[in-house]
């Protein structure tokens, strides 16, 4: 029973579930990403480009013989890849600078004043005690 009480506690920490979280967020973003490449962004680029279908560009390696499918070196799926990971790489960077951005903004409100502001405030606080 230790054995199970112990996986529960690692299962239920926050960077396990935090983790989980990301990954299947990041599924998801990966299949929005893949399709807005697919869909909306290398048509109009296949058509820039003389009409070029990137998804169904590829090599023939080796012709179909009877049933065996043919051999090919699908470059363009490829190519289509390269451009879905740029994209994600980019939205990704793009979400971490934001949050180190907050995180520092967070960090100098919340961070203690350096010394010599305090000791001006305790000289001021004094001098206002001694007027009164």
């Given at each position: ?6 996986f ?68 363009g799926a490829?190519?289509?890849?390269i451009?879905d990971?740029?994209i994600i790489a980019f939205?990704i960077?793009?979400v971490v ?7 520092k903004?967070?960090e ?7 010394a ?17």
């Open positions: 029973m230790a054995l199970f009480d112990e529960k506690s690692f299962a239920m920490r926050g960077n396990v579930v935090d983790l989980a979280v990301g990954v299947v967020i990041g599924g998801a973003f990966g299949k929005i990403v893949t399709s807005f490449v697919s869909d909306v962004l290398m048509p109009p680029l296949g058509v820039l480009l003389g009409g070029v279908d990137f998804s169904g560009l590829a090599v023939t390696l080796k012709a179909a013989q009877g049933e065996a499918p043919a051999v090919l070196w699908r470059y490829f190519v289509q890849s451009v990971f740029t939205a960077f793009l600078k934001a949050m180190n951005s907050m995180q903004k967070q100098a409100a919340s961070a203690p004043p350096p010599e502001v305090v000791l001006l405030t305790e000289i001021r606080d004094s001098l206002r005690s001694r007027s009164s």
